[in-house]
């Protein structure tokens, strides 16, 4: 089946593939649970199986995406203990991420949220988790996006040419992410550098700077800009709430910060929309 094809059936059945992709997203999200919680600490993510914290094997009834933590109430059904909401939200995250990327974007698009998605949601997760964010998913993410931009160049807006060379969009493509990703690791770099500087202190960490090529890899340089600038955005205004409350109190604000988090959460605004919001914003200016 070609890329058209799978398009004018996504097209036809836009529910329906949501739906699946909705789904397998829960189950995607599932197992990023446990990636969240072994990677960090280098644990392996096939061995053992699902634990509960006091040791005890969880039955796979038990393991099913959203609804086991339901059916528990959030608790565990061994020992009582509490059960982090970060395990269904994740859950649904992936859920729902999944299932807007099948019934908003042309299949080629899709194809590559279905990579990218997942990634972002892992790396949020350890930072957020841990602030320790593996070197693997990160590299993975700057090496998906490669192989994405080869495979599906849709995704950089280079779709099917008149070109007698059947790989000439598929060779543009890559230059728009070998484009982006000089662009997020140029940027972070020198903020990073001219902070830590300024600051004197590290003003950035390397998985940042890591993430934003990896967001090149998908957005082209574009990309990179927005998920780098909106990104640090998304971050002022989630953690003014927790300044002002401090401030408040007479007490220092946090002594450092999850960047991940907005950096994914930008870079996946980018891949549903960004083009589409820097147009209205130039337009009404």
Request: glycine fraction near 14%; hydrophobic fraction near 55%; include cysteine.
């Amino acid at each position: 089946m070609s890329l058209a094809d799978l398009e004018t059936l996504r097209a036809a059945h836009t529910a329906w593939f949501s739906i699946a992709a909705g789904l397998v997203g829960l189950c995607v999200g599932s197992f990023l649970n446990v990636c969240a919680h072994r990677l960090p600490k280098g644990e392996s993510v096939v061995t053992p199986g699902s634990r509960c914290a006091c040791g005890t094997p969880i039955p796979g009834w038990l393991n099913l995406p959203l609804l086991g933590w339901l059916m528990l109430r959030g608790r565990a059904r061994c020992c009582g203990g509490p059960i982090s909401a970060r395990y269904p939200l994740l859950e649904l995250a992936g859920g729902l991420s999944l299932a807007a990327a099948w019934a908003w974007l042309p299949a080629d698009k899709a194809l590559g949220a279905s990579v990218l998605l997942p990634l972002l949601l892992l790396l949020a997760a350890c930072d957020l988790e841990s602030m320790l964010v593996p070197d693997a998913p990160n590299f993975l993410l700057v090496a998906a996006g490669l192989a994405v931009s080869v495979a599906l160049p849709g995704v950089h807006g280079q779709g099917t040419t008149e070109s007698a060379w059947p790989w000439a969009g598929s060779i543009a493509s890559l230059g728009e992410a070998l484009a982006g990703i000089a662009t997020g690791t140029a940027l972070a770099w020198w903020v990073r550098t001219l902070g830590t500087v300024w600051a004197g202190k590290e003003a950035m960490g390397e998985a940042d700077i890591i993430l934003c090529a990896g967001l090149g890899a998908f957005g082209g340089w574009q990309g990179a800009l927005f998920g780098f600038f909106g990104g640090s955005v998304i971050g002022v205004l989630l953690v003014l709430p927790a300044l002002i409350k401090a401030r408040l109190r007479g007490e220092s604000g946090p002594a450092a910060v999850p960047f991940v988090p907005a950096l994914a959460l930008a870079g996946a605004i980018w891949y549903f929309r960004g083009p589409e919001l820097v147009g209205l914003w130039l337009g009404a200016r």
